[in-house]
């Protein structure tokens, strides 16, 4: 078993909507990233890259890579639920908590853990959405961005695992090369002469 968590913030900039959770919602700013600014999905992201000690979404998605530029978001989830599932876990379950004045998220938080559940290929029961204010305090309170934050359990699968969406070639084609980048990284001593710390006490599935 094995648990992550992951935060994320954007600020608010020119725009009519954010997307969270994979839910676009109607807003009087955007959030300013060089994706869709997904901050639900980026802490998601990085707790699930956390719970298998693989880095974080900076890392798999580079913002100086073209390729991930206005990127949907949910691509991101998409290619870590199948990092998720190549290294022999399954999600227990996911709480995440958004923090914001506005816009006001209950109305679409039922619609977010739909869309979040269907990247993830689980159950809407594992996935829990809840959304705070910061009492007008720091900057959520100021109204100047969103702040995310999310907890995942991932429990080792009893049988072994495949890829999900086995034909999507692409997505295979990242999820090993991600796994071939990580292997290296084992063997590769970090500047300094020790092993690179995040990778060594990467567990595999059984
Ligand atoms: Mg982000």
């Known amino acids: 078993m094995r648990i992550g968590q992951g935060i994320d913030v954007h600020a608010f900039g020119p725009g009519d909507y954010v997307t969270l959770g994979g839910v676009r919602i109607a807003h009087d700013h955007g959030l300013v990233a060089h994706s869709d600014g997904d901050v639900v999905i980026h802490a998601l992201c990085d707790a699930l890259l956390g ?20 990127a949907d978001s949910r691509t991101f989830l998409r290619h870590c639920t199948a990092l998720v599932a190549q290294h ?19 109305p679409h938080v039922e619609r977010m853990r739909a869309t979040l559940a269907t990247d993830l290929g689980c159950a809407i029961g ?21 702040a995310a934050t999310a907890v995942v359990l991932l429990q080792a699968r009893a049988v072994p695992a495949s890829l999900v969406n086995e034909d999507d070639s692409e997505l295979r084609a990242f999820v090993e090369r991600v796994a071939a980048e990580v292997d290296a990284d084992v063997v590769r001593p970090a500047p300094g002469g020790s092993v690179a710390a995040t990778t060594t006490q990467r567990q595999r599935g059984p």
């Open 51 to 70: 719970a298998l000690a693989l880095g974080d979404i900076g890392r798999l998605f580079p913002p100086s890579d073209e390729q991930w530029r206005n």
């Open 88 to 106: 022999g876990f399954v999600l227990g379950n996911a709480d995440v908590t958004v923090v914001c004045e506005r816009p006001r998220l209950a």
């Open 126 to 146: 594992d996935i829990s959405v809840k959304a705070t204010t910061s009492e007008k305090l720091g900057f959520t309170g100021r109204g100047e961005g969103i």
